[in-house]
Structures are given as C-alpha cells and as structure tokens.
C-alpha cells in the first residue's frame, strides 16, 4: 500500500511510501519491493514508512534499514514534525490527540472548516460522521459497506467481519483493541441506522452536504496545496448523484 504525498518542504524527495509487516507478509502483492526496486537505480528520492524499526520488505531477510540502498534512517516523529510544520506554514494545524495519521487530520480539519466545531480526538470524529456527508473519509469506507447491487449500506453481518475489521481500524490508526473493535462496532451500527451515509448517491442528497461549500468558501486552492486538496475532496463530495 502506497501513496503519493506532494505537500511536503522538507526533506526533499519525490514519493512517500508506507507499509507495515503485516502487509509485507499477509499481501505481497501490495509490497513496496518493486517500488523500491525502481527508485533504487534512479536519481529520484523516496521515504519508505513502516510500522517497526526492523520490519523486513517482502522477500528479503534483514531489517530494510540495513539494505544499501537506505541513505538514512529516521523516526516517524521526524517526519510528521516535519508535517505539523508544513501544515501551520499554510495557517493549518493537526488537531487530533492521540493519533498521528494526517487524513484522519484532514477530515477534522474539514468538518471545523464546515461547521466551526473543532474536534480532538478520534473517538469525536468517528461520532460526527452521520452529519457530515461531505468528507472523504465516507468513500475509503464505503468500500467496506456500500451495497453492491442497489442504494444504501451492507453491513457486516458476523462477529467476526466486525472484529477483522477493527484489526483493519488497528492497522491504520493508533488504537488498542478495544477501543478498535468499539469503533467498529459504531461504524458498522451507521451503516444499519444510517444506510445512506455508505452510498455516495444518497450522501449527495443529505440535508448536511450544503456544509461542504461553506468549507469550499472558506479556501483558497490557488494559494495552499494543503487547501486545493480539500477543495478537490469537496468538490467530489458535491458531484450530482452517481446512479442518475
């Protein structure tokens, strides 16, 4: 699993890739191994997060800190202080406690930006979902719960989909896990008392998707990579019902 990250001074380097353990022995398919591959023989930069110090890429038998290729090594807090940094240089903050993922971040930056409620923690976060249609959050999740074959949500129907999917919560967010399983449980309960929160159609028709373009008002795209990639998630949170 990887993703691109373009908003980010320092240190120079041109791809941010993250992987943990699990994904490097359960899914070799999403191992970062080709990718390193390719940046290894290039003049181009590349930051490789994993979630332990001696985690090991796909395939290989040492910690990937010691392969040649490696120029420096760092802790995650180096590279999320650099974050905090390039987010107040843009009049942003990363306001969520306990919790360094920067996209849970950004939905809580948005949700203040459409609301002027501010949010610290996760917990607070997972709570507001059901009224606030227009974040991105909703679309990675409803890849979980959108129903394949008509409007609404498909809820988890088994202890044991709830379960694997706050072992999916753990791999993403710092939870242990029972506060894991907890937010399982309530995302999973959404998607049985609000079934259109799941389904992109029905959340453009949610009284509360208006708020998107108070936060749309409140950006300048032009001026903040930080803002035109808010404004981009807004924009597909307001785009007409997909099914018409």
């Known amino acids: 699993m990887w993703h691109l ?5 320092r240190p120079v ?41 001696d985690f090991e890429l796909s395939g290989t038998v040492r910690p990937f800190r010691e392969d040649p290729v490696v120029d420096r090594t760092m802790e995650y807090s180096e590279v999320y202080g650099a974050y905090e940094q390039h987010y107040e240089a843009h009049g942003m903050k990363l306001p969520l406690k306990e919790t360094k993922n920067l996209y849970l971040h950004d939905n809580a930056n948005l949700y203040e930006m459409a609301t002027g409620t501010s949010l610290d ?8 979902l059901p009224d606030a249609p227009y974040l991105p959050i909703l679309d990675n999740l409803s890849s979980i719960f959108a129903s394949r074959s008509t409007y609404g949500s498909n809820p988890l129907k088994s202890t ?3 379960e694997s999917f706050g072992k999916w919560l753990r791999r993403r967010i710092e939870l242990d896990y029972n506060e894991a399983i907890d937010i399982a449980r309530t995302i999973n309960d959404y998607a049985i008392d609000h079934e259109q929160l799941f389904d992109k159609a029905s959340r453009t028709r949610m009284p509360n998707i208006n708020d998107a373009r108070t936060a749309r008002r409140k950006l300048s795209p032009e001026e903040s990579p ?18 018409q």
């Open 5 to 9: 990250i373009q908003d980010i001074d």
């Open 226 to 243: 930080i803002h035109e990639r808010y404004d981009a998630w807004l924009s597909n949170a307001l785009q007409p019902n997909i099914h």
């Open 121 to 128: 923690s996760v917990e607070e976060l997972i709570e507001i």
């Open 13 to 53: 380097f041109d791809i941010v890739a993250v992987t943990t353990q699990y994904y490097e022995d359960k899914l070799p398919v999403y191992s970062l191994q080709g990718l390193v591959n390719r940046y290894s023989v290039s003049d181009r930069q590349i930051v490789v997060i994993g979630n332990s110090e």
């Open 160 to 162: 044991k989909a709830i």
